[in-house]
């Protein structure tokens, strides 16, 4: 991982730096890692993940519109 000061200016340096390690999800694997979680516990946050992940996922899917259900006969 590379950072570019550009002009010494470290503030936006460092603004950059964390926007990638979070981009990257270092912060989350530290915080998930600075204590014991046991199997099942990390079995039932895996389950809540992939709940979270498929709720998301469909959210942002498009609603397939069935013809045969949107039309009228008269």
Do not use: C
Request: net charge positive; proline share 3%.
């Amino acid at each position: 991982m590379n950072i570019k000061v550009y002009g010494n200016d470290i503030e936006k340096a460092l603004k950059a730096l964390k926007r990638q390690l979070q981009r990257e999800a270092l912060f989350k694997e530290i915080k998930k890692r600075s204590f014991y979680e046991k199997p099942s516990e990390k079995k039932k946050r895996k389950q809540r993940e992939a709940r979270k992940k498929r709720m998301k996922a469909l959210r942002f899917k498009k609603p397939v519109n069935n013809q045969k259900a949107q039309t009228k006969k008269i």
